[in-house]
């Protein structure tokens, strides 16, 4: 018998270019699928505890960009017909939201559910492609958990929430265009960047954030280089920025868009001077910030910024300053103005749950110096994290699982009239008619997003009207003309400090105007008693109820209805 020798054949082109093929598909590992089960697990986790939120009452900012999306739809021009002291991109993106998941609290609610989850998922994907698929599930695991924390408004539909996607979306892109120097992709991160700053100025950091990592990543690879894919990342970022612009440029708003984004804001910011700001800054730290954000989820916070402790510990690869800087950023997006505000801390999360995924992968790699299975390592790290995520929401289960909106309203916002716009608007849609008119003195326009009518001027957020700024005398009198104009049915009076936000030296001519026109033409149908503390408001309607009532709580609310 003859024995045949077998050669291996010399490959020819077609071979060579299926070699290639197969090396560049992507490989699914064990890893990667434990991952992926376990980031479904967070999503459905998530998903179902924000659902039992899904018809908190909304507190007036979102309330008012909820109600300008509906009016954009409507075909309302922005800072013309009505205003913010934001870039265009929130009015579409709110816009987006009301078109897609209806104009209703649940439908809010529910797109902002979306949101969240698309934001875990970018992180996941971000961290995974930065260090590795498990550590992709501790940033999703943290950002998903923190982020519902009620002191930094994580229930709510907060313009932050967009913030923070488009953040999040962002870092993932960048992530896969490190290694592949794709323009194409350094372009659409710089889209994502470019719609977190319209969505909200601070996201402009989070511009000079990946600009800072283009240059970090690709400036030893050679200065030119380096200036071209800045250059790629500069074109997305103006891409979106020119579109805006030119839109609003095209509806004829671009004059009154240059004023309520860059002039208001300058008395807005001004407010605390750098001297008085930056001494408040340790106080806000360790009462509100620390206090209220951080002790509730201090595990969370704690085992994040382990890995700044961690980078001077062992020497790592230069990924180690991606997530401190990120943070950095990410931190910045709350100091200006020095209000620091529990909702701006939303944009703060991303950058957190990047050093969540860092601090594993780091405590890990010194493991493996001991001779340990890094892989085995990284599943029970895992696992231990996902254990103590369930003891954390089983001791917070009141909240979580069986939320009481009013005691969260109180308990966040003090003795804010959140919860009771939501009972008043309940009372109004029982007793009218579609077209009967409203109007509410005090900011509180989330009413009418609840009730589905129309503020009779633009002016719907009533402390505009009653600021320090030059032009609140106009405003005033504009307001009280469309008033008068419009002859509403409601009048809602909200009796309260906080919510009428009345400045010193402002002018008191639409609180004389409202004295004369509720004796002669409107009478009280409705009186709200709000109680100190989180003890409920008394409702009492109908003048029967209303003449044998005696108020006795500091603020109330009035319902008028036209005689």
Not at 185 to 197: D, E, K, N, Q, V
Not at 274 to 292: I, P
Not at 339 to 348: A, C, D, K, L, N
Request: aromatic content about 18%.
């Amino acid at each position: 018998m003859s024995a045949t020798i077998r050669q291996n054949p010399i490959p020819n082109a077609a071979s060579t270019d299926q070699l290639s093929k197969n090396k560049s598909r992507i490989t699914i590992t064990l890893e990667d699928r434990i991952a992926g089960l376990g980031l479904l697990f967070v999503l459905a986790l998530v998903y179902y505890i924000r659902s039992q939120f899904s018809e908190i009452p909304f507190e007036r900012d979102e309330g008012a960009y909820a109600y300008y999306g509906t009016l954009l739809l409507e075909g309302k021009r922005p800072y013309i017909d009505f205003y913010e002291q934001k870039f265009p991109g929130l009015f579409y993106f709110y816009a987006g939201m009301v078109a897609l998941f209806g104009d209703t609290v649940k439908g809010m609610h529910t797109g902002f559910i979306w949101v969240n989850l698309l934001t875990i998922v970018f992180l996941f994907f971000a961290s995974r492609r930065l260090f590795s698929p498990m550590a992709g599930l501790i940033s999703a695991v943290s950002f998903g958990i923190m982020s519902l924390n009620p002191q930094l408004s994580g229930y709510t539909i907060q313009g932050e929430h967009a913030v923070a996607l488009f953040t999040s979306l962002a870092l993932m892109l960048y992530m896969y265009a490190r290694k592949s120097e794709s323009w194409l992709l350094l372009g659409a991160t710089g889209l994502s960047t470019g719609l977190a700053f319209m969505s909200k100025t601070s996201g402009v950091f989070m511009v000079a954030l990946l600009g800072g990592l283009i240059i970090l990543d690709f400036y030893h690879k050679g200065f030119w280089n380096c200036v071209k894919l800045l250059c790629a990342y500069g074109i997305g970022v103006a891409l979106v920025v020119g579109f805006f612009f030119g839109l609003m440029a095209y509806l004829g708003s671009w004059h009154d868009m240059l004023f309520w984004t860059f002039e208001i804001p300058k008395n807005y910011v001004g407010k605390i001077k750098w001297d008085d700001g930056s001494q408040n800054c340790g106080k806000v730290f360790l009462k509100y910030m620390y206090g209220s954000i951080v002790t509730p989820y201090k595990w969370f916070w704690y085992h994040a910024f382990a890995a700044a402790l961690i980078i001077f510990i062992k020497s790592f690869k230069s990924v180690k300053w991606h997530p401190l800087i990120v943070f950095a950023c990410s931190a910045a997006t709350v100091v200006p103005g020095f209000y620091f505000y529990g909702h701006y801390w939303i944009q703060v999360l991303p950058g957190l749950a990047l050093l969540a995924a860092f601090t594993m992968q780091a405590l890990l790699a010194l493991l493996k110096s001991f001779k340990l299975n890094f892989q085995v390592l990284s599943y029970w790290y895992a696992i231990v994290f996902l254990i103590l995520v369930l003891i954390h929401i089983n001791s917070k289960k009141d909240y979580y699982i069986n939320p009481n909106y009013h005691q969260i309203l109180r308990t966040v916002y003090g003795t804010n009239p959140f919860p009771e716009s939501m009972e008043i608007a309940n009372w109004i849609n029982s007793h009218s008619k579609p077209n009967d008119g409203l109007v509410v003195i005090g900011s509180e326009p989330q009413l009418y997003f609840y009730t589905q009518k129309k503020c009779p001027s633009r002016h719907a957020y009533f402390a505009a009207i009653v600021d320090n700024v030059p032009q609140h005398k106009v405003w005033q009198r504009e307001f009280v003309a469309d008033v008068d104009r419009s002859k509403p049915k409601y009048l809602i009076f909200f009796n309260h400090g906080i919510s009428l936000f009345r400045q010193a030296n402002s002018d008191d001519f639409v609180f004389r105007w409202l004295d004369s026109t509720l004796r002669t033409q409107y009478q009280p149908v409705g009186l709200v008693d709000m109680m100190p503390g989180l003890m409920p408001s008394v409702y009492k309607w109908g003048m029967a109820e209303m003449s044998n009532y005696q108020a006795q709580g500091q603020e109330r609310i009035i319902v008028y209805e036209r005689k």
